[in-house]
């Protein structure tokens, strides 16, 4: 196991911290249970030895050996199901923590984050992870704990009835180990092979299986089955290696013990003739072996499962350990501003190498229209992310009626800020707790108010249930413009000064656009309001418009001027008008 | 489960000699206590140091011997469950391709992945396992029973009492552990969806200072979570104590009836310690058989999911049924052309499309307009046969397309789809799929038509750039002028541009139109998009509405005779820009 393996493993055992009064009491289960086991087999060979021969059984002795089996044996059930529940509820519980832990970590994380990594990546972290992590603990702690207890102890016993047989089973148990050991060091390899191998078909299979049309448009099928197909051949012929020595594991350590039992009969049985020990040694002496190789055997299984649980607790402390982003300023109640906002020689990028913003400066009054165009891929959401302060400038202030943002709690500039994106983003609920998103607080009355407001109110009173409609899966139950006319209404009840439209009517066909853009105009009435678009027609009314290209701001102006200026905006004003041919 | 078991038929000999050769082993194993009775029976009593040494000896060759089995065992067991593993994932695989998008969309694809790895993962497990254990385990429950009673008969009652005990106990806890694991298993899809929606939606539930109450959102759910699987530890938990206990109880009333056997002798001492141990086995043997329960449970689940996607009927057209070669192309008919064709999805579904009549010559732009679901996609994918009409004909060059063998029809197509799919490989490799041997200089000739030159040559590796999965490592608009590249590399006779130009500015979408009508002056272009700017100089507009063709003319005759398309362009162009 490589050292950060068992950095990661170290920092998992410190949660076990948590949980001291579970583990002090899996730890006695563990001792009681196992001291238990290994009494058993003692008090087997005593009956077995009082039971001398035919008239002269010792009944008495028997009788009473056996009243204390029976205790004892009841007693390692009970505390073996005492060791199992405790460290059951420790590494549930461990789960849980971990989970609430990156849950709230993942909340205090900058939005990069968020765009620079997968979000089936995280959500894995979140369940195989964490789940990965919870198993390791369960096995390796109850292994450990029975293991390491009963290793000294059937020693202790073994050592107690026949020193020298004793030496025999250590000896044996060594083989065992080092078999498993031997055998899972050579199938690892093997094992990891058959995984990439199993990666690159799951690959292919995904890209294949999403891009069918592609594929059936292209009359590709043949080949992509042969491409398929050649990576399975791969699969099978790593596959039998790797099942194949990875089953071995059982039959070989089966193997080790069977002799170690023919050893340590036919040693018992000289040793008995000799007169050393009795016939009921070697019984108890039989079952001592077999106790002390199963920790042995135990161990292979163990150690494949702490490694995989070392791999996920790498994952989920990577999470943990992330920077997180500062919010130190911290006001009680929630200013409203008017809604002055100022760019102060701005200058932002995403990475060092290339610049985006450069020294851009800006004033907009209350109440007015910017609106932001500008080619794909030329920055234009960047803006909004600086405004939400998603991101972080590099140089320059953004103010806000003359207060500077980075002086303010995130929430309360946020608060002032009302967003329209793209994506739509409605959570599973219903049509109110929806709308209500931002003042969960708020009465049916204002509700429906702010749905008018928004020309949703005619379609919501059309669904079955009204406003009580359950949005599941998105809101996969609704269409697109219906999901916009949504967050519009959810905008509208929390009446804030500024607003935020981010190509909020593109994944919407226009005849749809026509109805949501009156929505839009009321609502932007007497707002400040950025406003980034598409379509150049929805943005031929704002009092300023910013043309950016390349993440440069390159002109300003309203739609008269800029088109006097015959530069960029013009040329893309153009563009739409192109004549063919 | 058992229909899968056709893709077992290559394997038959590795399914019958594997058990045998473990059944073999099984008797080895059950052997070696009974021989250690007469080690202690005869040897011991009889002080006979001979006896015990060759009986030793012997005793270590049935161990050697019984590995020996074993690895046999396993080897076959290997060979026969990958292979049937790879056999099974060749046909799914095969068979997913037949189906049409449609039905995938029905699976989804994850779950279709999920079927091909997982689930014939946990079925080569299952066959594995049935030719390694499912021989094995009774064979050791009954076979030390048997030898058991061979040993003593009164004794071994006490055996055939234990049974029903452990099976009620193994009953009791995997019954109902299932039943708590599988609202575990919805817990954990619901704690998921939680963080899926807190993930997409981050921008959101900061700009509504929500942090708060969606952290209490999730921690209901987590709580909840972890509360069932603490239910499932609890009743988890009780197997190993309860199984142990009753053997040691048996154990236990085995010394004590046997001790009066003993006393009236009709029973030695070896046979007690043999008797410990095949108690010992069968209770191993039961610990193996609850865990055989569990993968043969998970198993049938799996069979049932991939045979779902088996016995998905595709909707989809056969491949080969076209008309033999021959040159029975009327020349001077339309290209194109469309006669009361009806279509709808599914047979009791409504029309996605009614009663479309439309004739299209050959080199014209066609551009397709309307609101979302009106039809407009439908129609472009029935050209190429995606689907097959439902009413009606289509005709290409006078055939109708059934006549005509699939991979030619698709041949004259190259399509470019509204989602911009590129595959993992070189960006060379990608353009190639439309023509495997085309020149670099005919390459670089379509990456200009399609506006993807600028970006490609910044590229530090250019052509040789590898895409990631999904097309990961390019913008939106990059990836859309890439798969326009790539159907152009196919010099096709009809090229479909079904929306895929929406993640380019206006200027690069006008662009790389005008390109294409330049340098493609035979090739029929269908150009589909929600712009009216884009499809305005086309030479036929259709017009779709709910599914009907409501126009079809040029951009001023529908201004004056189309309401819907007079709509459409004046909410997004100047009245004098409409009107121009």
Same mark, same amino acid.
């Given at each position: 196991m490589n050292r950060l393996n068992s950095v990661a493993i170290k920092r998992c055992v410190a949660y076990v911290g948590y949980y001291k009064k579970y583990f002090l009491f899996s730890l006695l289960s563990a001792v009681i249970s196992v001291i238990a086991s290994l009494l058993g087999p003692l008090y087997i060979g005593r009956a077995i030895d009082a039971m001398v021969g035919t008239g002269t059984v010792e009944f008495s002795i028997v009788f009473s050996i056996l009243k204390l089996l029976l205790i004892i044996y009841f007693l390692n059930s009970f505390f073996t199901w005492t060791l199992t529940y405790f460290t059951n509820a420790i590494s549930y519980r461990t789960a849980n923590r971990l989970r609430h832990q990156i849950f709230s970590k993942i909340n205090r994380l900058p939005i990069s984050f968020y765009d620079k990594n997968s979000h089936g990546d995280i959500v894995s972290r979140f369940v195989n992870d964490v789940d990965a992590v919870s198993d390791g603990m369960v096995q390796g702690m109850a292994n450990m704990l029975t293991g390491i207890v009963t290793i000294f102890g059937a020693v202790g016993f073994m050592v107690y009835i026949s020193p020298k047989m004793t030496i025999v089973v250590v000896f044996s148990a060594m083989g065992t180990y080092f078999m498993a050991r031997f055998i899972t060091k050579k199938t690892q390899s093997l094992f990891k092979e058959q995984a990439r191998y199993l990666g690159l078909l799951n690959g292919y299979a995904e890209e294949a299986i999403a891009g069918q049309y592609i594929i059936k448009a292209f009359v590709y099928e043949k080949k992509s089955l042969d491409k398929f197909a050649k990576l399975n051949q791969h699969l099978y012929e790593k596959g039998v290696r790797a099942q194949f020595f990875g089953s071995l594991t059982n039959p070989s350590t089966r193997l080790v013990n069977n002799i170690t039992y023919t050893i340590i009969g036919v040693i018992g049985s000289v040793l008995a003739i000799i007169g050393q020990i009795t016939v009921g040694d070697i019984a108890s002496f039989l079952i001592y072996s077999s106790l002390f190789a199963k920790p042995f055997n135990d161990i292979t299984a163990v150690f494949t499962q702490l490694q995989s649980a070392a791999a996920s607790a790498k994952r989920i402390f990577y999470i943990l350990d992330l920077h997180e982003e500062e919010d130190r300023a911290y006001s009680k109640s929630m200013r409203i501003f008017n809604g002055q906002v100022t760019f102060d020689h701005v200058s932002f990028s995403y990475n060092v190498k290339q610049p985006l913003i450069n020294d851009f400066n800006l004033n907009v009054s209350p109440g007015k229209r910017i609106a932001i165009v500008g080619h794909?891929?030329?920055?234009?959401?960047t803006l909004v992310n600086l405004l939400m302060r998603f991101y972080e400038l590099n140089k320059g202030r953004i103010l806000i009626d003359n207060v500077?943002?980075?002086?303010?709690p995130r929430d309360e500039l946020r608060h002032n800020f009302g967003m329209v994106l793209q994506d739509t983003w409605l959570f599973t609920g219903t049509i109110r707790e929806n709308i209500a998103?931002?003042?969960?607080?708020?009465d049916n009355k204002r509700i429906i108010e702010a749905a008018k407001a928004s020309d949703a109110h005619s379609f919501i009173r059309r669904l079955p249930n009204g406003y009580s409609t359950f949005i599941t899966d998105a809101g996969a139950n609704l269409s697109q413009g219906q999901k916009q006319l949504l967050t519009i209404a959810r905008i509208m009840l929390i009446d804030p000064p500024m607003l935020i439209l981010d190509e909020a009517t593109s994944n919407i066909d226009t005849r749809t656009e026509l109805r949501i853009q009156k929505a839009f105009v009321k609502m932007m009435r007497g707002r400040t309001s950025f406003v980034i678009a598409h379509r150049l027609s929805t943005i031929r009314e704002a009092d300023e418009i910013i043309v950016m290209d390349k993440g440069h701001i390159v002109e300003c102006g309203t739609h008269d001027e800029l088109l006097n200026m015959n530069g960029k905006y013009s040329q893309l004003y153009y563009s739409q008008f192109v004549q063919q041919n | 489960m058992f229909k899968l078991a056709v893709f077992l038929k290559a394997y038959k000999k590795e399914c019958i000699v594997g058990p045998i050769f473990k059944l073999f082993e099984a008797i080895l194993e059950l052997m070696l206590p009974t021989m250690m009775v007469f080690v202690i029976n005869n040897g011991v009593a009889k002080h006979d140091l001979i006896y015990v040494l060759h009986m030793g000896e012997w005793m270590l060759g049935m161990a050697v011997l019984g590995f020996c089995c074993s690895m046999v065992c396993q080897y076959f067991a290997a060979r026969a469950s990958q292979g049937f593993g790879t056999t099974l994932r060749n046909t799914v695989f095969n068979h997913i391709q037949s189906l049409s998008n449609a039905e995938i969309d029905g699976f989804g694809t994850a779950s279709l992945i999920n079927r091909i790895t997982n689930d014939i993962n946990q079925l080569q497990l299952a066959v594995a396992m049935m030719i390694r254990l499912v021989v094995r385990t009774p064979f050791i429950c009954i076979g030390a029973i048997v030898m058991s009673m061979l040993l003593d008969l009164r004794l071994s009652l006490l055996l055939w009492g234990a049974a029903p005990i452990f099976a009620a106990i193994l009953y009791y806890v995997v019954k109902k552990s299932s039943v708590l694991y599988s609202s575990y298993q919805k817990k954990l899809d619901r704690t998921a969806s939680v963080i899926r929606e807190n993930l997409a939606g981050v921008r959101v539930i900061r700009a509504f200072s929500n942090v708060k109450r969606e952290k209490k959102r999730f921690y209901k759910t987590n709580d909840d979570l972890m509360d069932n699987a603490l239910s499932i530890g609890k009743v988890s938990a009780l197997l190993n104590p309860l199984t142990t206990f009753v053997m040691n109880m048996v154990i236990i009333l085995i010394l004590w009836i046997g001790s009066y056997h003993i006393d009236t002798g009709n029973l030695a001492k070896g046979e007690i310690i043999a008797f410990a141990n095949y108690v010992t086995q069968i209770l191993l043997a039961l610990i193996v058989i609850s865990n055989l329960v569990v993968i043969f449970t998970k198993a049938f689940a799996s069979s049932k999911r991939v045979c779902q996607v088996l016995d998905a009927v595709s909707s989809l057209p056969k491949t080969d049924n076209g008309l033999p070669e021959k040159d029975s192309i009327i020349k001077n008919c339309d290209f194109i052309e469309i006669k009361n064709m009806f279509f709808k999805y599914?047979? $009791?579904?409504?029309?996605?499309?009614?009663?479309i009549n439309v004739t299209i010559k050959c080199g014209e732009t066609v551009g397709i307009i309307g609101s979302t679901g009106s039809g407009k996609s439908t129609f472009v994918n029935l050209l190429p046969r995606f689907y097959d009409v439902s009413e009606g004909q289509i005709f290409i060059e006078g055939r109708d397309v059934r006549k005509w063998p699939l991979y030619k029809l698709r041949k004259k197509f190259g399509i470019v789809p509204q989602k911009a799919v590129l595959f993992t490989g070189t960006i060379e490799d990608n353009l190639r799929w439309?023509?495997?041997?085309?020149?670099d200089e005919k390459l670089s000739e379509i990456i200009r038509t399609a506006q993807a030159a600028e970006f490609i040559d910044e590229l530090?590796?250019?052509?040789? $750039?590898m895409v990631e999965r999904g097309g990961m490592n390019f913008s939106g608009g990059q990836k859309q002028r890439l798969t326009i590249a790539r159907a152009l590399a196919g010099n096709p006779e009809i090229l479909i541009l079904d929306d895929s130009t929406s993640a380019l500015d206006f200027a690069t979408d006008a662009a790389v139109r005008s390109e294409i009508r330049k340098n493609y002056q035979n090739t029929t272009v269908f150009i589909v998009s929600q712009r009216a700017s884009s499809i305005k100089y086309a030479d036929k507009i259709l017009v779709f509405d709910d599914g009907t063709l409501t126009g079809c003319g040029k951009h001023a005759e529908l201004m004056q005779q189309c309401p819907v398309y007079r709509e459409i362009c004046l909410s997004q162009l100047s009245s004098e820009e409409a009107y121009a």
């Amino acid at each position: 196991m490589n050292r950060l393996n068992s950095v990661a493993i170290k920092r998992c055992v410190a949660y076990v911290g948590y949980y001291k009064k579970y583990f002090l009491f899996s730890l006695l289960s563990a001792v009681i249970s196992v001291i238990a086991s290994l009494l058993g087999p003692l008090y087997i060979g005593r009956a077995i030895d009082a039971m001398v021969g035919t008239g002269t059984v010792e009944f008495s002795i028997v009788f009473s050996i056996l009243k204390l089996l029976l205790i004892i044996y009841f007693l390692n059930s009970f505390f073996t199901w005492t060791l199992t529940y405790f460290t059951n509820a420790i590494s549930y519980r461990t789960a849980n923590r971990l989970r609430h832990q990156i849950f709230s970590k993942i909340n205090r994380l900058p939005i990069s984050f968020y765009d620079k990594n997968s979000h089936g990546d995280i959500v894995s972290r979140f369940v195989n992870d964490v789940d990965a992590v919870s198993d390791g603990m369960v096995q390796g702690m109850a292994n450990m704990l029975t293991g390491i207890v009963t290793i000294f102890g059937a020693v202790g016993f073994m050592v107690y009835i026949s020193p020298k047989m004793t030496i025999v089973v250590v000896f044996s148990a060594m083989g065992t180990y080092f078999m498993a050991r031997f055998i899972t060091k050579k199938t690892q390899s093997l094992f990891k092979e058959q995984a990439r191998y199993l990666g690159l078909l799951n690959g292919y299979a995904e890209e294949a299986i999403a891009g069918q049309y592609i594929i059936k448009a292209f009359v590709y099928e043949k080949k992509s089955l042969d491409k398929f197909a050649k990576l399975n051949q791969h699969l099978y012929e790593k596959g039998v290696r790797a099942q194949f020595f990875g089953s071995l594991t059982n039959p070989s350590t089966r193997l080790v013990n069977n002799i170690t039992y023919t050893i340590i009969g036919v040693i018992g049985s000289v040793l008995a003739i000799i007169g050393q020990i009795t016939v009921g040694d070697i019984a108890s002496f039989l079952i001592y072996s077999s106790l002390f190789a199963k920790p042995f055997n135990d161990i292979t299984a163990v150690f494949t499962q702490l490694q995989s649980a070392a791999a996920s607790a790498k994952r989920i402390f990577y999470i943990l350990d992330l920077h997180e982003e500062e919010d130190r300023a911290y006001s009680k109640s929630m200013r409203i501003f008017n809604g002055q906002v100022t760019f102060d020689h701005v200058s932002f990028s995403y990475n060092v190498k290339q610049p985006l913003i450069n020294d851009f400066n800006l004033n907009v009054s209350p109440g007015k229209r910017i609106a932001i165009v500008g080619h794909t891929g030329a920055g234009k959401t960047t803006l909004v992310n600086l405004l939400m302060r998603f991101y972080e400038l590099n140089k320059g202030r953004i103010l806000i009626d003359n207060v500077d943002i980075t002086t303010m709690p995130r929430d309360e500039l946020r608060h002032n800020f009302g967003m329209v994106l793209q994506d739509t983003w409605l959570f599973t609920g219903t049509i109110r707790e929806n709308i209500a998103y931002g003042m969960p607080d708020a009465d049916n009355k204002r509700i429906i108010e702010a749905a008018k407001a928004s020309d949703a109110h005619s379609f919501i009173r059309r669904l079955p249930n009204g406003y009580s409609t359950f949005i599941t899966d998105a809101g996969a139950n609704l269409s697109q413009g219906q999901k916009q006319l949504l967050t519009i209404a959810r905008i509208m009840l929390i009446d804030p000064p500024m607003l935020i439209l981010d190509e909020a009517t593109s994944n919407i066909d226009t005849r749809t656009e026509l109805r949501i853009q009156k929505a839009f105009v009321k609502m932007m009435r007497g707002r400040t309001s950025f406003v980034i678009a598409h379509r150049l027609s929805t943005i031929r009314e704002a009092d300023e418009i910013i043309v950016m290209d390349k993440g440069h701001i390159v002109e300003c102006g309203t739609h008269d001027e800029l088109l006097n200026m015959n530069g960029k905006y013009s040329q893309l004003y153009y563009s739409q008008f192109v004549q063919q041919n | 489960m058992f229909k899968l078991a056709v893709f077992l038929k290559a394997y038959k000999k590795e399914c019958i000699v594997g058990p045998i050769f473990k059944l073999f082993e099984a008797i080895l194993e059950l052997m070696l206590p009974t021989m250690m009775v007469f080690v202690i029976n005869n040897g011991v009593a009889k002080h006979d140091l001979i006896y015990v040494l060759h009986m030793g000896e012997w005793m270590l060759g049935m161990a050697v011997l019984g590995f020996c089995c074993s690895m046999v065992c396993q080897y076959f067991a290997a060979r026969a469950s990958q292979g049937f593993g790879t056999t099974l994932r060749n046909t799914v695989f095969n068979h997913i391709q037949s189906l049409s998008n449609a039905e995938i969309d029905g699976f989804g694809t994850a779950s279709l992945i999920n079927r091909i790895t997982n689930d014939i993962n946990q079925l080569q497990l299952a066959v594995a396992m049935m030719i390694r254990l499912v021989v094995r385990t009774p064979f050791i429950c009954i076979g030390a029973i048997v030898m058991s009673m061979l040993l003593d008969l009164r004794l071994s009652l006490l055996l055939w009492g234990a049974a029903p005990i452990f099976a009620a106990i193994l009953y009791y806890v995997v019954k109902k552990s299932s039943v708590l694991y599988s609202s575990y298993q919805k817990k954990l899809d619901r704690t998921a969806s939680v963080i899926r929606e807190n993930l997409a939606g981050v921008r959101v539930i900061r700009a509504f200072s929500n942090v708060k109450r969606e952290k209490k959102r999730f921690y209901k759910t987590n709580d909840d979570l972890m509360d069932n699987a603490l239910s499932i530890g609890k009743v988890s938990a009780l197997l190993n104590p309860l199984t142990t206990f009753v053997m040691n109880m048996v154990i236990i009333l085995i010394l004590w009836i046997g001790s009066y056997h003993i006393d009236t002798g009709n029973l030695a001492k070896g046979e007690i310690i043999a008797f410990a141990n095949y108690v010992t086995q069968i209770l191993l043997a039961l610990i193996v058989i609850s865990n055989l329960v569990v993968i043969f449970t998970k198993a049938f689940a799996s069979s049932k999911r991939v045979c779902q996607v088996l016995d998905a009927v595709s909707s989809l057209p056969k491949t080969d049924n076209g008309l033999p070669e021959k040159d029975s192309i009327i020349k001077n008919c339309d290209f194109i052309e469309i006669k009361n064709m009806f279509f709808k999805y599914s047979s $009791t579904g409504d029309m996605a499309l009614s009663n479309i009549n439309v004739t299209i010559k050959c080199g014209e732009t066609v551009g397709i307009i309307g609101s979302t679901g009106s039809g407009k996609s439908t129609f472009v994918n029935l050209l190429p046969r995606f689907y097959d009409v439902s009413e009606g004909q289509i005709f290409i060059e006078g055939r109708d397309v059934r006549k005509w063998p699939l991979y030619k029809l698709r041949k004259k197509f190259g399509i470019v789809p509204q989602k911009a799919v590129l595959f993992t490989g070189t960006i060379e490799d990608n353009l190639r799929w439309g023509n495997e041997n085309i020149t670099d200089e005919k390459l670089s000739e379509i990456i200009r038509t399609a506006q993807a030159a600028e970006f490609i040559d910044e590229l530090p590796l250019g052509l040789k $750039t590898m895409v990631e999965r999904g097309g990961m490592n390019f913008s939106g608009g990059q990836k859309q002028r890439l798969t326009i590249a790539r159907a152009l590399a196919g010099n096709p006779e009809i090229l479909i541009l079904d929306d895929s130009t929406s993640a380019l500015d206006f200027a690069t979408d006008a662009a790389v139109r005008s390109e294409i009508r330049k340098n493609y002056q035979n090739t029929t272009v269908f150009i589909v998009s929600q712009r009216a700017s884009s499809i305005k100089y086309a030479d036929k507009i259709l017009v779709f509405d709910d599914g009907t063709l409501t126009g079809c003319g040029k951009h001023a005759e529908l201004m004056q005779q189309c309401p819907v398309y007079r709509e459409i362009c004046l909410s997004q162009l100047s009245s004098e820009e409409a009107y121009a």
